[in-house]
């Protein structure tokens, strides 16, 4: 019996110099895990809203779905569901399956940035 390998994502802010360099030592072949980065902290919690993190928590490992079973899962108005769905795929944090339904790939979610002393 194969075991399945689990896929954690990183959330994080992160410049695109940082960026562009994690992207080069992949194409290197070197392991470097999986991202989704935002520009800056703000952008990362202007994406990730509350009820958005909501949609997060109920796909996390569980495959592709409609947005109609996203909205019974969380417990939400179909119409509601759908314009954050619609931000989470503008974004990049959710994909489109072929047969139209929605599917956050991973199983576990990490999110990494630092909070500085204001200047």
Do not use: C
């Not at 940082?18 to 992207?23: G, I, L, V």
């Not at 520009?39 to 990362?44: C, D, I, P, S, T």
């Not at 947005?67 to 944090?93: P, T, W």
């Amino acid at each position: 019996m194969e075991e399945k390998t689990m896929r954690t994502v990183t959330l994080g802010v992160s410049s695109v110099e940082d960026t562009k360099r994690r992207a080069a030592a992949a194409f290197r072949g070197e392991e470097v895990g999986e991202f989704i980065s935002f520009g800056n902290v703000e952008l990362l919690w202007r994406v990730l809203t509350v009820k958005r993190w909501d949609i997060l928590r109920a796909m996390t490992g569980q495959g592709s779905m409609a947005i109609r079973e996203v909205a019974r899962r969380v417990a939400r108005d179909v119409k509601a569901v759908h314009g954050d769905v619609q931000a989470l795929l503008s974004a990049g944090v959710l994909d489109r399956e072929e047969n139209g339904q929605v599917i956050f790939p991973y199983d576990a979610v990490h999110v990494d940035f630092t909070l500085t002393r204001a200047a």
